[in-house]
């Protein structure tokens, strides 16, 4: 069993609908939590990042963690076409400030809004 | 300002050919690792360098693959006689000193073994 599962999807959604994204994971190390975007042939881009539990909002992007349940999500309201791509979750046991801070991910979830 | 790049960005080798994997990290950024994507999957941790300092290997799959960052900036991914399970994308991120250690991603390597 992997140490972070993530519905690979792939998730279609009308414009302007609110999407939720999830990953579980198994680790109880893990305290830094983040989501990554993937456009098709392109590096991940870090879109969220969270310590420990709680809520982080960003724009129309908000992170929750619940350590107690190792589960954590990401929403998007009002989704966009170009939201479409591929989202991972990625974690770490420690955060070494400009430090060796190993990332574990998700399988990522495809996404795609339409029109 | 420049992003992290990644050369060449396809690579087609024939079984047991070595290939090298170049990586520019962003100026003046300290630490830098290499992931392998697999298609369909989220990439998996390989090697990270602290400066020139290679300080965790422990993702290499086997003694085939070696990575080196002699002047502590450009860094090259080595993979000796390769497989067809070395398909993948091979990516690099940086990140900076002092930073809240967040990783910038370069666009990735497609590897393809035939």
């Known amino acids: 069993q992997k140490e972070v599962e993530q519905d690979p999807g792939p998730l279609s959604v009308p414009e302007g609908a609110i999407v939720s994204l999830n990953c579980t994971y198994s680790n109880s190390a893990f305290q830094y939590f983040m989501w990554y975007r993937q456009y098709s042939r392109k590096g991940p881009e870090l879109l969220m990042y969270t310590y420990s539990s709680g809520n982080k909002e960003d724009g129309r992007f908000t992170a929750q963690v619940d350590k107690s349940s190792k589960y954590i999500s990401l929403f998007i309201r009002d989704s966009q076409p170009s939201d479409s791509a591929t989202y991972l979750c990625a974690m770490s046991a420690i955060w070494i400030t400009g430090g060796g801070n190993k990332l574990t991910f998700g399988t990522g979830t495809q996404l795609k809004v339409e029109l | 300002g420049a992003g992290v790049s990644q050369s060449p960005r396809y690579k087609v080798a024939k079984r047991g050919q070595d290939v090298a994997l170049r990586c520019d990290p962003i100026s003046g950024h300290v630490s830098l690792f290499w992931y392998q994507q697999a298609l369909g999957q989220g990439p998996e941790f390989l090697t990270y360098?602290?400066?020139?300092?290679?300080?965790?290997k422990s993702g290499l799959p086997s003694d085939r693959f070696f990575a080196e960052r002699p002047e502590g900036s450009v860094s090259t991914l080595k993979i000796q006689r390769t497989q067809q399970e070395d398909s993948a994308v091979y990516l690099c991120?940086?990140?900076?000193?002092?930073?809240?250690?967040?990783?910038?991603f370069g666009p990735g390597t497609r590897l393809t073994v035939l």
């Open positions: 360098f602290q400066n020139e300092a290679q300080l965790d």
């Open positions: 991120a940086s990140s900076p000193r002092g930073g809240e250690g967040t990783q910038y």
